[in-house]
């Protein structure tokens, strides 16, 4: 009897990763709407282009790419998580499947998702510093402690998903994470 309780538990426990299914939909529709507010800038710059100075342009464009980089890091989450957490992805056989797709695991995912939020990051710095005239210094000076606190966090969770899948082998040997 215990046993088929214990089963039992383990089925509900098992299937109970589907409770995160509407929560990467949600990711999807959100994907949605930053492709939508791509097009909208996009159009907007296409409009403007005529009055619009070069270091406006920069800014939009690096909009643009912020737009992408969170479009990009909202594919990694859903693609990565749902993979990693809810059921395998059966792509194997399709001519796009990400090559990296293969080696996502929870720690690489961080990683990822970490490297790919230094970079947003990164974007909005760069816009500051393209702009710094207009820019209050107090808030360039958070932006680039932020930044700074990304990328030391990208480093040591890569560092520590390093040392976890190290096989304690060889030191020749690489380890491709």
Do not use: C
Request: aromatic share 10%; proline share 2%; net charge negative.
């Amino acid at each position: 009897m215990k046993n088929r309780i214990e089963h039992v538990l383990e089925r509900i426990i098992f299937a109970s990763r589907w409770v995160q299914l509407p929560l990467y939909i949600g990711l999807i529709a959100a994907a949605l709407l930053y492709s939508y507010k791509f097009y909208i800038e996009l159009w907007h710059l296409f409009s403007h282009i005529d009055s619009i100075s070069e270091e406006m342009l920069m800014l939009a464009v690096l909009g643009l790419i912020d737009v992408t980089m969170v479009a990009n890091l909202l594919i990694m989450v859903i693609i990565g998580g749902y993979s990693t957490f809810v059921s395998r992805l059966e792509t194997d056989e399709h001519r796009d499947h990400p090559e990296w797709l293969e080696k996502i695991g929870a720690g690489t995912l961080k990683v990822k998702l970490a490297g790919a939020l230094a970079g947003v990051s990164g974007i909005h710095l760069l816009k500051s510093f393209v702009n710094i005239a207009n820019r209050d210094t107090e808030q360039v000076m958070w932006q680039v402690i932020i930044h700074a606190v990304f990328l030391v966090s990208t480093i040591a969770l890569a560092w520590a998903d390093r040392i976890m899948h190290s096989d304690h082998g060889s030191p020749d040997e690489n380890h491709d994470h």
